[in-house]
């Protein structure tokens, strides 16, 4: 159990249970992660891409089925349990970027380090390095609402790794950012995956992005219904076969 980072068994999500608009988003999905992958998760708008992250990363509860995190199931965990538990080991690049306005970039960002009382001079010094590979360290000063929306997105990832995170969680992390910004995002979490072993599960729909990652994972209609690996393909040849997976999968709706 324990060598996996993540295992799902027979996860189901139903909204709206009992409900005139009942609708199962998740059918029984297995699936395990280990340490060091970095997973895409890609497939239609509507197919649970977004659902499933959250029900494997404690911001959602399944319906039913079981999730283990780091051997852990998160059911059995009390919520403060499972508050520690996010702050020490996950960290989270969603799209709205819950920064406080009330807070400078600077403030912001560290948040979970001054939280845990680490030591003013360690945490500037870790802010700085962030902040440098983020383009964002002349805007520490500045509060939220004076920058724009790639620059809080910005901050908000340099948030999210201030911490170390284990495992990183990214629904679509580059939504806000220029092609410039995307790629600076994903060479840092492509270093903090090979050359720190962090854990990442993203969600992306963009096939350049997804080819990063080590493990593809389609899915559709609520179910896993393809995965591809990279294995020993180049950057290149791994982009172009998730071109073609989501070429097809796009074929495929013209033909039903
Ligand atoms: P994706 O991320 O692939 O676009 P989502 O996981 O957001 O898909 O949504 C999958 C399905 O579940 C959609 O039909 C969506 O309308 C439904 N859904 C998502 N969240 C909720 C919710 N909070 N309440 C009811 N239905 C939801």
Redesign the pocket.
């Known amino acids: 159990m324990s060598e996996h980072v993540l295992e799902v068994k027979n996860l189901k999500k139903v ?2 249970i009992h409900t005139a608009s009942e ?1 199962e ?1 998740l059918h029984y999905i297995n699936f395990t992660c280990d340490n060091g992958e970095f997973i895409c998760i890609m ?10 992250i959250n029900n494997i990363s404690t911001i959602d509860n399944p319906t039913s089925g079981k999730v283990y995190i780091q051997g852990v199931e998160i059911r059995t965990m009390s919520s403060n349990e499972i508050g520690k538990f996010r702050y020490e080991n996950l960290g989270f690049i969603f799209q709205d970027f819950n920064l406080l306005d009330t807070h400078t970039i600077y403030e912001n960002i560290a948040m979970p380090l001054s939280l845990k009382k680490v030591k003013a001079a360690l945490i500037h010094d870790k802010i700085q390095q962030l902040a440098q590979s983020m383009n964002i360290d002349a805007l520490l000063k500045k509060y939220p609402h004076e920058c724009s929306g790639g620059q809080r997105q910005r901050a908000a990832i340099c948030r999210a790794l201030v911490n170390d995170p284990k495992i990183i969680i990214a629904d679509e992390p580059t939504g806000n950012l220029d092609s410039v910004n995307s790629n600076e995002l994903l060479k840092l979490l492509q270093q903090l995956n090979q050359e720190n072993g962090v854990t990442i599960i993203m ?1 992306s729909h963009d096939s350049l992005i997804a080819s990063y990652s080590t493990r593809l994972i389609y ?1 559709k209609d609520g179910l896993i219904d393809q995965t591809l690996e990279r294995k020993d393909m180049t950057q290149e040849e791994y982009f172009q076969r998730i071109v073609e997976i989501n070429a097809t999968q796009s074929k495929d709706v013209f033909h039903q």
Do not use: A
């Not at 497939?43 to 499933?52: A, C, D, E, L, N």
């Open positions: 909204y709206g609708f988003t497939g239609p708008s509507g197919s649970g891409k977004s659902t499933f969600v899915i």
